[in-house]
């Protein structure tokens, strides 16, 4: 991803266009996980999703973004992210994860969220358990005055202290009038050089563990977009955009979460 390296704060007029946003984008999101059904197709999860955002008054920003060709991620078991809605069928005992946009006014809300279909293993149930649990593991320390690694070292730890591994090779955002502003919000500890901003009052950013079962390591597909984990395991990934305020985190995306 390209972003400026430009921290936004957003003003109060601005974080209250973003919680509109936010709450279309929640809004969608459990759309989404209310169609993982077995049977349905990822198209028709996509469509239940685009539906709800047009009707809100808002736009799916990921129709289109550099190309992409629907308003859902929608990524099936070992695709961790970015999963092109299409034919695929899911069935019973697959895990689906769901990430969305929605533009309202000029501001963006994101969020994802990985669902079971029917009955899942005891595996899939706890990795998914898990990495929604980590984000807000990672989230304790989204106050002033901490940095931007203090998250994502504990999201790696809560995550690997569960017998997991976090993906490297992509991370959370900053996000305002743009999907993906500064900073990025890694899922690991800062390695050495890497920008690590303090977290002040009015930024907005999105905190995303993305977790597989087996190794971190990732391969994108031939079709340029969806991600799989290298290992093919279990992948699973969970996602809100979040205000920093002067006392604990304003979870943005939170209506109609589970």
């Known amino acids: 991803m390209s972003m400026s390296d430009t ?20 809004g969608a999101r459990s759309m989404g996980r209310q169609a993982v059904r077995d049977g349905l197709t990822t198209r028709q999860i996509d469509k239940a999703v685009h539906e709800f955002i047009v009707k809100n008054g808002a736009k799916p920003s990921c129709l289109g973004y550099a ?23 899911v069935k019973n005992g697959d895990i689906v994860s769901i990430d969305l946009c929605a533009t309202y006014k000029g501001f963006v809300g994101d969020c ?18 898990v990495t929604r649990q980590a984000f807000f593991e990672g989230i304790r320390f989204a106050k002033v005055g901490y940095r931007i690694s203090d998250i994502g070292a504990a999201v790696q730890e809560y995550v690997e202290g569960n017998g997991f591994s976090v993906v490297r090779d992509f991370v959370g955002h900053g996000i305002g009038r743009s999907m993906h502003e500064a900073p990025e919000v890694p899922n690991y500890r800062a390695e050495r050089g890497r920008p690590n901003p303090r ?38 990934h969970y996602e809100n955009t979040i205000l920093i305020t002067d006392g604990e985190p304003e979870i943005l995306t939170m209506a109609d979460d589970i």
């Not at 921290?7 to 929640?26: D, F, N, P």
């Not at 994802?112 to 358990?129: D, F, H, M, Q, R």
């Not at 905190?207 to 279990?234: F, N």
């Open 67 to 89: 190309g992409f060709p629907a308003a859902t991620c929608v990524s099936v078991n070992e695709q961790v992210i970015h999963g092109i809605p299409g034919r695929r069928t």
């Open 112 to 129: 994802a969220g990985t669902y079971p279909c029917g009955e899942v293993s005891e595996e899939a149930k706890k990795l998914i358990e």
């Open 199 to 236: 977290l002040v009052k009015g930024m907005t950013i999105c905190v995303e563990p993305m977790v597989c079962a087996g190794d971190w390591h990732v391969e994108i597909l031939s079709d340029g977009w969806t991600v799989v984990s290298r290992d093919r395991s279990l992948a699973a």
């Open 7 to 26: 921290i936004y704060i957003k003003s109060k007029s601005e974080i209250e266009i973003m919680r509109q946003a936010a709450l279309i984008a929640a």
